[in-house]
């Protein structure tokens, strides 16, 4: 079964810093890759997703994130971080073939960005 | 934008007591799917439902859980008798499925219900 560990559990930074929160998963066949963020007191949402091509996905809000197959990690990353990205961050993976197509989560990373 | 909505935002409880979290799901979607939180742990899966029936359910899913479609819009999880452990945030979302469920598919989450067991 897939399974997936985020290690940075809680990131503060100031505004403009670069972010880039860690994401590794585990297992051996396809995988579909998801960020989902929840900001205070919303909805939990995707940020961004890979599942074929190229490996450098973008996604809302200057958001991006590469999948590196060899390090079975997909690491999402900002170059200039905001008051308002400060939210709780989750990876999910999904694999196939075998595997559920029910998203796994992280554990979530808390970030919290100083103005 | 259609959203899921959960309701209560907050529901204490003492234990032993039956709980229902009530869900509504985006209007035209077919799969449903409760997950919950432990206060700093992992997201965890729970149940899937699709045409009326559990698709997939995990081992945290025991005889305690049911799941319940009762009308064309409510989504509910019922926990029979509710122990401290319990206490989570419970997460509802659905996704399309219109050709099927798909390993691409985005869930989409509701705001979650925190279950606190006294």
């Known amino acids: 079964a897939q399974s997936v560990s985020q290690h940075n559990h809680h990131v503060i930074l100031s505004e403009a810093a670069s972010l880039e929160l860690g994401c590794n998963y585990s297992y051996g066949g396809t995988v579909n890759l998801f960020w989902y963020v929840q900001y205070p007191g919303q909805h939990l949402q995707l940020l961004l997703k890979?599942?074929?091509?190229?490996?450098l996905v973008k996604g809302i809000k200057g958001f991006e994130a590469e999948f590196i197959k060899s390090k079975f990690s997909f690491n999402l990353r900002k170059p200039s971080v905001q008051w308002s990205d400060t939210a709780e961050y989750f990876c999910?993976?999904?694999?196939?073939?075998?595997?559920?197509?029910?998203?796994?989560f992280g554990r979530g990373t808390s970030l919290i960005v100083h103005p | 934008e259609p959203e899921v909505t959960q309701t209560p935002s907050h529901q204490v409880t003492q234990m032993g007591q039956e709980v229902i979290l009530r869900c509504v799901p985006i209007?035209?979607?077919?799969?449903f799917y409760w997950y919950r939180q432990i206060l700093g742990q992992k997201v965890e899966f729970l149940v899937s439902f699709y045409n009326n029936e559990i698709s997939e359910k995990s081992e945290i899913f025991d005889d305690q859980f049911s799941v319940e479609r009762p009308d064309g819009s409510n989504f509910t999880l019922k926990i029979r008798s509710t122990k401290l452990e319990d206490s989570a945030m419970y997460f509802c979302?659905?996704?399309?499925?219109?050709?099927?469920?798909?390993?691409?598919?985005?869930?989409?989450f509701g705001p979650g219900t925190r279950l606190t067991v006294l």
């Open positions: 979302a659905s996704t399309p499925g219109l050709a099927g469920v798909k390993y691409t598919d985005t869930q989409y």
């Open positions: 890979y599942f074929s091509g190229d490996p």
């Open positions: 999910a993976v999904n694999a196939q073939p075998g595997g559920s197509y029910i998203p796994t």
């Open positions: 209007s035209n979607h077919l799969y």
